[in-house]
């Protein structure tokens, strides 16, 4: 009997069953129960390119917004669930669907814990210090770049007010919920030093730790142990 049958018996035998069973529908989104010293959690992987109103073509890899969302609120309300882990290795993409993930996930009562795992780009960000602790691996990066978009562009005052509002929203939310400053995010977004052919900074694990983005680097193993030590703690 392999270890994930054992482990799926086992919650079936406390009544908790597991999210990456076959016949749960949200198996795609790639979330798994896992039991840790005693504690139930919610491990969920945010991947690829965060997938907005328009689906992406099949040769993307996506995160859709409208399988995550209600996930959420299954984990935040479930109460065999005692703490939620994001595993994040994104390049961005939909900028409100990212932030609507990453209102929801900071909202939760419930311990979350995020860690950063090859990249945590764009609207990436938001998300991994959407949760009350975050990490990152020391062989990853974070990418802070000006919000862009693709199609046409109307080169008008309110196309160019609106860009400022968008990316006046992701500072915030970064802002409120890590330790940078308003002003230093600021200066990693419109870095014109680095990027050949954009604006803005590529953050390594110890780089986004020293600029106050994620709080520690670490392994999925210091994650874990860190949302176990939260979910005792309550």
């Known amino acids: 009997m392999s270890e994930q049958t054992e482990l799926e018996e086992e919650f079936a035998e406390s009544g908790c069953e597991s999210s990456a069973s076959q016949d749960n529908p949200l198996m795609q989104t790639g979330s798994i129960l896992i039991s840790h010293k005693g504690k139930i959690l919610d491990c969920l992987t945010i991947i690829g390119q965060i997938e907005g109103h328009d689906v992406l073509p099949p040769r993307h890899k996506t ?13 935040e309300e479930d109460e065999r669930i005692d703490g939620l882990l994001v595993l994040l ?27 950063v795992l090859g990249g945590g780009h764009s609207i990436g960000i938001p998300l991994a210090v959407a949760a009350d602790k975050s ?8 990418t802070v770049h000006p919000v862009r978009t693709t199609g046409l562009t109307l080169g008008v005052p309110q196309t ?3 860009f400022r509002r968008m990316q006046d929203r992701i500072t915030g939310f970064v802002v409120e919920h890590s330790r940078i400053s308003a ?7 419109l870095n014109t030093g680095e990027l050949v052919t954009d604006v803005g900074t590529i953050l390594d694990g110890e780089d986004a730790v020293r600029e106050g ?13 860190a949302l176990h030590a939260m979910t005792t703690a309550q």
């Open 160 to 162: 160019f007010e609106y």
């Open 63 to 75: 995160t859709k917004y409208e399988h995550i969302i209600p996930l959420l609120v299954s984990i």
């Open 183 to 189: 002003e230093r995010y600021g200066e990693l977004v």
């Open 89 to 115: 290795n994104t390049v961005g993409g939909d900028v409100e669907a990212g932030l609507a993930i990453a209102e929801v996930i900071s909202g939760m009562k419930k311990p979350t814990v995020s860690i």
């Open 135 to 142: 990490f990152i691996a020391k062989s990853a990066s974070m």
């Open 213 to 225: 983005l994620v709080d520690a680097v670490g392994t999925v193993s210091d994650a874990i142990e």
